[in-house]
Structures are given as structure tokens and as C-alpha cells.
């Protein structure tokens, strides 16, 4: 299991995710990172969700956009999760998603696939048995 945040450039907006095949351990990192309760929290294998982070969590009641995958290996889900991604940041953040953003889309949805297959800046996530 891995996670890590793409900051969502020139924003201050940053995408969270989180690799795993351990529906358990998805469901224990999501309430320890976002404080969230179980049935906030899982949808399947891959998706794409919008959090409001508990005000008791390290985000301070933040809303997040957070992507789960399987892996990050497997380059068709993440094409699909990406077009979930910026029509969340269209929600959340307002931004343009028309006729004349077209450039703005395609930079921006190379931009997260390049930072999602990287090897670099993940972080390894474990547990002690006792979480």
C-alpha cells in the first residue's frame, strides 16, 4: 500500500491517492488520515471521491479530492480516474472545463498521469497489527 499528493500546479489544490488491493487497509488509512467513518469511504477498487476531511483530522475540514486505484501500473483505470479528477476540480474549484479549455485539460491530465506512474515521492504505508 502507497500514497502520495500531487499538487495540483499553478493551484493550491493537491490530489491525494492511495494504491492498495487491501479493502481493510484502504478503509483504516482513510479514517486515520481524513477521520471519516466507515460507510463514507469505500466505493470499489478504483474511484475517484471528494472528501470533506474531519475538522479532528491533520486536512482541518478540508475538501480533497482523493483517488483510490489498484495500482498504478495499470494505465487505462488511470486515464478513466483522471477524467473523474478534473470534473471534481470543475465542482470544487470552479474550473473551466468548456469548448475553450481544451489545452489547459489535456496539460493538465498528462500532468497527474506523469506524477501518478512516477516511482518517485511515494510513501510506503503500513500498520502495527494493533491499528
Avoid: C
Amino acid at each position: 500500500m502507497k500514497f502520495k499528493k500531487i499538487k495540483l500546479n499553478p493551484s493550491v489544490w493537491e490530489l491525494h491517492i492511495l494504491v492498495s488491493k487491501d479493502h481493510i487497509k484502504s478503509r483504516r488509512f482513510l479514517k486515520k488520515e481524513y477521520r471519516l467513518k466507515d460507510d463514507d469511504t469505500w466505493r470499489s477498487l478504483n474511484f475517484v471521491q471528494t472528501i470533506d476531511s474531519g475538522n479532528k483530522s491533520k486536512h482541518n475540514g478540508e475538501s480533497l479530492i482523493f483517488m483510490h486505484l489498484s495500482s498504478n501500473k495499470d494505465y487505462e483505470t488511470i486515464v478513466h480516474e483522471i477524467v473523474h479528477v478534473m470534473h471534481r476540480m470543475q465542482n470544487l474549484f470552479g474550473v473551466d472545463l468548456g469548448w475553450d479549455s481544451q489545452e489547459w485539460q489535456a496539460l493538465m491530465q498528462e500532468y497527474i498521469f506523469k506524477k501518478i506512474i512516477s516511482k518517485k515521492k511515494w510513501k510506503k504505508i503500513t500498520f502495527s497489527k494493533k491499528v
